[in-house]
């Protein structure tokens, strides 16, 4: 602006006076030079001032640009971060909650094979050297299974128990009475040959109607709750030995007594497993 203000002054000042000397001509004309100079470089800053203003605003927004995408990719994360977190505290949850109910059943069934440990070893020592040689006792998959052959138990082709099997049925039933957790299913079985009876059908009429004999002896004898006993009849189909022959006939007539825990209690620990969800 005092550039402008200088050159107009110069100029007013070679207009308005005409006639000036050689040597304020020459100072004026300098002036004049410096001033045009002068504005020419003001111009020119002028134009770069804008450009740097341009550039800088242009460099603000790309900034700005940044700013907001890198909020934005800090926000999805921390979001993910949170969800990740949350997942994971599920996950923990859920394994802290399985690895408690494995223990549960591990101890459960610990508990079960200890029993009928303690159960199989009890009643065979209570049973004679006589007694052992139509009673078989073992535990399988955790079952206790008594084998009692027909031959103590009836007389051929009869569904009564004998006076002899009795001794044998008192010391089965004091065991099965000491572990009142446990349930009991008498299975009846047959061999293959036909039964010739006028009031028995058949084997399963015959291998039914012995199951059931042995359970009313149990009650009714020996006091066992009728709650815990169930009775089947498998006729001439589960069998041990060839029936071919007449040792294995001998080994397929017989009458199971199987002790097992009360299915409730598993059936508990199964409802109580831990509901697992996806991880999102």
């Keep these: 602006m005092k550039m402008r203000v200088l050159l107009g002054v110069a100029l007013t000042a070679i207009v308005l006076g005409g006639c000036v000397s050689k040597k304020q001509y020459e100072l004026l004309q300098g002036e004049y030079r410096e001033a045009k100079e002068s504005l020419i470089e003001c111009n020119a800053n002028g ?24 909020k934005n990719s800090l926000d999805q994360s921390l979001e993910q971060n949170s969800q990740g977190n949350v997942n994971i505290s599920k996950l923990v949850d859920e394994i802290n909650a399985s690895n408690k109910y494995i223990k549960q059943l591990v101890d459960a069934k610990s508990k079960s094979d200890s ?45 009564e128990v004998s006076d002899r099997a009795m001794e044998t049925l008192s010391k ?22 036909p ?10 009429d015959l291998s039914a109607l012995r199951a059931s004999s042995v359970v009313q002896v149990l009650q009714d004898k020996f006091g066992i709750n009728p709650s815990r006993l169930s009775a089947a009849g498998r006729g001439e189909y589960h069998t041990v030995a060839d029936n071919t022959t007449e040792l294995g006939r001998q080994r397929n007539r017989r009458t199971e007594i199987i002790i097992t825990p009360k299915l409730d209690q598993f059936l508990d620990l199964i409802d109580k497993a831990p509901e697992t969800s996806e991880a999102q």
Excluded at 145 to 157: E, P, R, V
Excluded at 180 to 188: A, F, K, P, Q, T
Excluded at 198 to 203: A, F, L, S
């Design 47 to 70: 134009r770069s001032m804008e450009q740097m203003i341009k550039d800088a605003r242009k460099q603000n927004d790309e900034l700005k640009a940044a700013y907001q995408s890198l």
């Design 115 to 159: 029993l009928n440990m303690v159960l199989t070893n009890n009643l065979t020592r209570s049973l004679s050297r006589d007694e052992l040689k139509d009673v078989d006792v073992k535990v399988l998959k955790g079952v206790v299974y008594i084998s009692l052959a027909d031959n103590m138990l009836f007389k051929s082709g009869s569904y």
């Design 195 to 204: 039964i010739n009876r006028t009031n028995i059908r058949n084997n399963w």
């Design 172 to 193: 089965i039933a004091k065991i099965i009475k000491d572990y009142s957790d446990y349930d009991v299913l008498v299975e009846g079985n047959t061999d293959n040959v």
